[in-house]
């Protein structure tokens, strides 16, 4: 029998929610095989994440068990499964640049308790995988529960834009202690950035030059607000995931977040792309993807848990930039997706 992969779980939002209760549904379902991009990875299932930790700074969520807080306000998600009753205790986390002032005006209530020792927290834990969910634009923070991993001796997955696994300095200390950095900017098993990936790598390998490039993501859960407030890191992080895969003669890409209350966590994205092709003719393509914006993220998360595991029980930690690209939109090296892919299958086989 696997041995449990034990997380911590840094922001407990409509991402989290979704996780939990993945981890539940896959739980409950061993053999169920839909919905995930790989069944096993290096021998762990799903069923084998156990979540030990949890931090947040809402007082709706802060001092509640964890299957009770990802159903606390401002979450809005559709749900998967009644999440499995947990022992673990929300604990009040660092608040730093985590909530703007417009944030608390529309939808944090910040706790005024005293943060927590993230570092103590994690070790009494048992914690061995970070997952980072704190909100876009939320760079100190994220370094704060960076840090306070490496002390905890845990991996650490950056599924927010902040620049992590892409900064040299912090991928060498995390190798230099024998742990796993994932990063940045988590993709989504069907979202706009890989369509629109697909779509350009395709039109690229048949020849066309790329005329027109646009991108428009709208939803309304509280992350939208907050991208809405502060957009450009993760505008950098989808621009920067498709122009690795364009030349100097096409044209650059255009992505756009639009925050509309009344969508929730459903998120609505139109790509518009026209080129060039044969004798200079346009041809164009137009996709539109409606899809729930936490779930899409999660099948993601639980490949890179999984990952993480596998990566340092192999001592294959040197390759996780190629595992990065296969899981992030902004990781250190970019490659084509059925490069990345490929890659994924051979490391973690």
């Keep these: 029998m696997a041995k449990k992969i034990k997380v911590a779980i840094v922001g407990v939002g409509n991402c989290a929610k979704s996780f939990y209760e993945g981890v539940s549904f896959y739980s409950d379902n061993p053999q169920e095989k839909i919905g995930l991009m790989h069944f096993k990875i290096g021998g762990y299932s799903v069923s084998d994440i156990e979540v030990v930790a949890a931090f947040d700074i809402d007082e709706r969520k802060v001092g509640k068990p964890l299957h009770e807080a990802i159903n606390a306000e401002p979450n809005h998600t559709i749900k998967i499964t009644d999440p499995h009753p947990s022992k673990v205790i929300v604990k009040r986390g660092p608040t730093y640049d985590s909530v703007t002032e417009e944030a608390r005006e529309y939808y944090i209530h910040e706790s005024n308790l005293k943060p927590v020792d993230v570092a103590k927290e994690l070790k009494e834990s048992g914690a061995e995988v970070v997952i980072n969910y704190l909100p876009t634009g939320s760079d100190q923070a994220a370094s704060v529960y960076a840090e306070a991993a490496l002390e905890a001796g845990c991996s650490f997955i950056n599924c927010m834009p902040a620049h992590l696994a892409r900064d040299p300095k912090w991928q060498k200390r995390f190798i230099k202690k024998g742990l796993v950095l994932i990063?940045?900017?988590?993709?989504?098993?069907?979202?706009?950035?890989?369509?629109?990936?697909?779509?350009?790598?395709?039109?690229?390998?048949r020849g066309f030059l790329i005329?027109?490039?646009?991108?428009?993501?709208?939803?309304?859960?509280?992350?939208?607000?907050?991208l809405h407030l502060r957009p450009h890191s993760k505008e950098e992080s989808k621009k920067a995931s498709l122009n690795s895969i364009l030349s100097k003669d096409d044209a650059v890409p255009v992505a756009r977040l639009v925050y509309a209350k009344k969508n929730f966590d459903h998120k609505r994205t139109s790509i518009y792309i026209t080129g060039e092709m044969f004798g200079g003719i346009s041809a164009s393509v137009h996709?539109?993807?409606d899809d729930e914006d936490?779930?899409?993220?999660?099948?993601?998360?639980?490949?890179?848990?999984?990952?993480?595991?596998?990566?340092?029980?192999?001592?294959?930690?040197?390759?996780?930039?190629?595992i990065s690209a296969y899981l992030m939109k902004a990781p250190s090296v970019q490659?084509?997706?059925?490069?990345?892919?490929?890659?994924?299958?051979?490391?973690?086989k």
């Design 183 to 205: 990063g940045d900017d988590i993709k989504s098993q069907l979202g706009a950035t890989i369509v629109n990936r697909v779509c350009l790598e395709l039109l690229k390998s």
């Design 211 to 226: 005329t027109h490039s646009d991108q428009t993501n709208i939803g309304g859960n509280a992350d939208f607000l907050n």
């Design 287 to 289: 996709a539109l993807i």
């Design 294 to 322: 936490s779930p899409n993220s999660a099948g993601i998360v639980v490949d890179a848990v999984r990952a993480a595991r596998v990566l340092k029980e192999t001592g294959k930690i040197e390759h996780t930039p190629e």
């Design 335 to 348: 490659l084509p997706e059925a490069d990345a892919y490929e890659k994924f299958q051979k490391i973690l």
